[in-house]
């Protein structure tokens, strides 16, 4: 039998930020691996107009919780929703609720966290940092806590290029920051934000850069570990091969090559894109969750869980495969052909936005405009553009990150447990993974059924056609506005055709002697 597994089973775990991409799976990894875990809390918020019951009742028919349905149908039993704020004093949680979860609570699970990388400082350092350290506060009032897992990002420290698994000192002291928050103006703190943020690329880094000190700071008794995941991905086999239920990370930029919109993206092709499927960070967080509470180790252990290192992929190299994965699968009414130039150089890189993003961008809104529908197009990709620009420091760079700790975690495990929790990053093949990455997001995030494919390539076929009608036409226009019109431009063309000729001759003429 699994230790781990069997080490969940009677325990009662809290899970924050459960509704999120990261959470789900956890929950639904622990419930099937440990079918007798005691009960699962979880931190849920009401938000868009439903409360927090109509939430987790539409999350449990989610097509994630599909395997654990069928292995337990009562699954949804053991999870015990309790109504939250993280931003809000005590997090809101009742007085009622409080007590159970300070005398139930053996493992915490921090996922909850803000990752939009434009959020404002404020409400950044809000949820990211003092969020966590009133759960740490709550932590340290539980009776019968073992294990407390936080989870941070192994872009926490990328102001630096090799990140060791340690905490490194922030550059302010994260108290007096938030002192600074709660008075000053709203308008003062977004203009003194990229002085505060210093050399890192975003709120959502720095902060979550805070949140690492801070708990290594106010830990106190409580036995700890953070995980530090790099791009998290779609899984790589559970609950299913390519399952993915955001735009976050690389698969909004992905979804956007398959619909033909991205045709040009800012990336170092040479950079390793270090990507890690969400069901290896799960692994790793359960099993760190298991040796952090069994075997309590003496410090505070960090566990960076990152690829590059180990088996490492470049972003040219994913290109490459998100492109030919699309066009054997096309995602349905693609604005263009799949196709994607990469490169790091900015001057390209704005060619091919002129070229092939905002001229037929431009051209779609007109043909809309004309013949009176709204134009939508130009919007797309302004929006597109933005995350681009966002994107780009995470593309254009690489880092190395030591992973000792998640190595020594590994060898830990028996061979059941390693089989079991996998977060050996060496067996995994990334053209096979990018392609269950592309077709997960085909079937999971846009809900095309696959049976639609023919009509997708048949859709492609068109707009090959559209293409190639396109160019003639322009280049019968370029021929008769510059060309025909100038003696001079038609002797350039004469003699860039003749040069054609004879160097076709030429070749032609030096095969045939060859043979
Ligand atoms: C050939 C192709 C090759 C591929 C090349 C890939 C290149 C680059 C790839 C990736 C590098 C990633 C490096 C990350 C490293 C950090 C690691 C971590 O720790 S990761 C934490 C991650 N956090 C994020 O990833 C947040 C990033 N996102 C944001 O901060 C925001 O989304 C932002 C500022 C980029 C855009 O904000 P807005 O306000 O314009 O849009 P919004 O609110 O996000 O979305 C509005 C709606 O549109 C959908 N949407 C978003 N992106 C979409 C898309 N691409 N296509 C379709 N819909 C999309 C959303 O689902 C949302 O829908 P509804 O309103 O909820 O129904
Ligand atoms: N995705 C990635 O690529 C990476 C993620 N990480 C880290 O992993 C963790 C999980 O990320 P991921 O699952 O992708 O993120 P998601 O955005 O998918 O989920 C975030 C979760 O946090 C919850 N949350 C947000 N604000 C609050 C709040 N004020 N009160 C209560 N709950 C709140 C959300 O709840 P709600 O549904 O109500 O919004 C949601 O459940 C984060 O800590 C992130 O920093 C690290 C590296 C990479």
């Known amino acids: 039998m699994s230790s781990i597994a069997a080490y969940y089973n009677g325990k009662t775990i809290l899970i924050t930020g459960a509704t999120g991409f990261m959470g789900k799976v956890l929950m639904e990894k622990l419930l099937r691996s440990s079918p007798d875990v005691e009960a699962v809390y979880i931190l849920v918020r009401p938000k868009a107009g439903q409360s927090m019951q109509e939430r987790v009742a539409n999350m449990v028919k989610s097509k994630v919780f599909d395997r654990v349905r069928e292995d ?57 940092v003092m969020g966590t350290q009133q759960l740490l506060s709550l932590a340290r009032q539980m009776q019968k806590l073992e294990a407390f897992i936080h989870i941070s990002t192994a872009y926490a420290n990328c102001n630096r290029r090799n990140i060791d698994e340690v905490i490194y000192p922030p550059p302010v002291e994260t108290k007096k920051l938030c002192d600074l928050m709660e008075w000053m103006d709203e308008s003062v703190i977004q203009e003194i934000t990229p002085k505060l943020i210093g050399d890192w690329p975003n ?72 990507l890690i499927p969400v069901d290896v960070v799960i692994n790793l967080t ?40 699309f066009k054997r699968n096309p995602l349905e009414q693609a604005f263009r052909i799949p196709r994607a130039q990469m490169t790091s150089n900015y001057l390209i890189n704005q060619y091919w936005i002129a070229v092939s993003h905002k001229a037929p961008a431009m051209l779609y809104d007109l043909y809309m405009r004309l013949t009176g529908r709204k134009p939508r197009m130009m919007k797309i990709f302004n929006r597109l553009h933005k995350s681009m620009l966002l994107l780009e420091y995470f593309t254009c760079q690489s880092w190395e990150w030591s992973s000792e700790n998640t190595n020594t975690l590994m060898a830990q495990l028996s061979p059941e447990d390693r089989r079991l929790f996998n977060f050996d990053v060496r067996q995994l093949h990334w053209s096979e993974y990018i392609e269950n990455y592309c077709i997960g997001a085909k079937k999971y995030l846009l809900n095309e059924d696959m049976s639609g494919i023919p009509a997708a390539k048949q859709h492609l076929r068109k707009l090959r056609n559209i293409q190639y009608a396109f160019n003639t036409t322009l280049l019968v226009i370029i021929w008769r506005i510059f060309i025909a019109r100038s003696q001079m431009a038609r002797n350039i063309w004469y003699f860039v055709v003749s040069l054609c000729y004879k160097f076709l001759s030429y070749f032609r003429a030096s095969s045939t002697l060859r043979h």
């Not at 139930?104 to 959020?119: G, I, K, L, S, Y």
């Not at 091969?241 to 045709?263: E, H, V």
């Open 72 to 128: 337990c149908p009562n699954f949804q039993e053991k999870i015990k929703p309790i109504n939250a704020e993280l931003t809000q004093p005590n997090l809101s949680i009742s007085a009622k609720d409080l007590q159970e979860l300070l005398s139930q609570v053996n493992v915490v699970f921090h996922c909850a966290a803000t990752v939009r990388f434009d959020e404002p400082l404020k409400h950044a350092l809000l949820l990211n």
């Open 203 to 274: 709120t959502y880094t720095y902060t979550k850069a805070l949140a690492e000190y801070l708990v290594q700071q106010e830990k106190e008794h409580l036995n700890i570990a953070i995980i530090r995941p790099s791009i998290v991905g779609a899984s790589w086999h559970e609950p299913f091969p390519g399952w993915i239920d955001n735009f976050n990370g690389a698969s909004g930029m992905i979804i956007a090559a398959g619909k033909g919109i991205l045709q040009t993206v800012k990336v170092n092709n040479e950079a390793v894109a270090d």
């Open 286 to 325: 359960l099993a760190a969750g298991w040796y952090t509470a069994v075997h309590r180790p003496k410090t505070m252990l960090v566990y960076n869980c990152t690829t590059g290192g180990i088996n490492p992929f470049c972003w040219g190299e994913i290109g490459y495969h998100v492109i030919s994965t």
